[in-house]
């Protein structure tokens, strides 16, 4: 899959890791999991292609669901499960979403899911990572790798001005990837309309459990 990176985890944190698990820390590390699911408020999953050469175009998947499971102690022990509607992309150009959900393309009718399921988590920094998982689009699954930041975690910055926030626990991160739509048959006007798709995700997570 084109733009995946192979980046080992820094070495120092591999063995800090190691030495918790020897030294029976690692409980106290599974019990900072928490479980976080979107807020469809404020997710934007966003994917652009080359349009003739001409210019970039986009769409936007809306009211995807999930579940994250995340650890900022221990984040390569997290886990994410999304689920998103073909029927839910959105251009703005109202035949042209009739187009990307007909059988030509995302095939909404028959293929009504596209799915997530991470496979393995790498910590690259502090604040960044990547994220490996299978993505299925119309019943077809193909390995594909995000690049992360996590931007934030911890109670609602909104808590202190508004008592509805109090106490309301948050997670935010960004994402990006570069996939080849014609790993999933969506090949249709390649190479007119470019066969590299970049995909860009915001994210905003509530704590649930």
């Known amino acids: 899959m084109s733009g995946r990176l192979r980046l080992p985890a820094p070495t120092g944190q591999l063995l800090v890791a190691a030495l918790l698990m020897c030294t029976g820390a690692s409980g106290e590390l599974a019990a900072q999991m928490a479980t976080y699911r979107l807020d469809k408020d404020y997710t934007a999953i966003n994917f652009s292609w080359s349009h003739l050469g001409l210019s970039r175009q986009s769409a936007r998947l809306t009211a995807a ?21 073909a029927a839910n992309i959105t251009t703005g150009i109202r035949d042209f979403d009739f187009l990307l959900k007909s059988p030509e393309y995302f095939n909404a009718a028959q293929f009504p899911l596209i799915m997530f399921k991470s496979t393995a988590i790498r910590q690259l920094s502090d604040k960044t990572g990547q994220v490996m998982g299978d993505l299925t689009i119309k019943g077809i699954t193909r390995p594909v790798a995000l690049n992360v930041v996590w931007n934030f975690s911890g109670e609602h910055p909104l808590a202190k001005v508004n008592p509805n926030y109090r106490d309301v626990q948050v997670s935010g991160f960004s994402a990006t990837a570069v996939l080849r739509r014609s790993d999933w048959d969506l090949s249709l006007a390649v190479p007119f309309v470019s066969d590299e798709i970049r995909l860009s995700i915001e994210t905003e997570l509530l704590r649930s459990e």
């Open 65 to 85: 669901e999930g579940r994250v499971n995340f650890d900022p102690a221990n984040p390569e022990a997290s886990a994410i499960d999304v689920t998103m509607k």
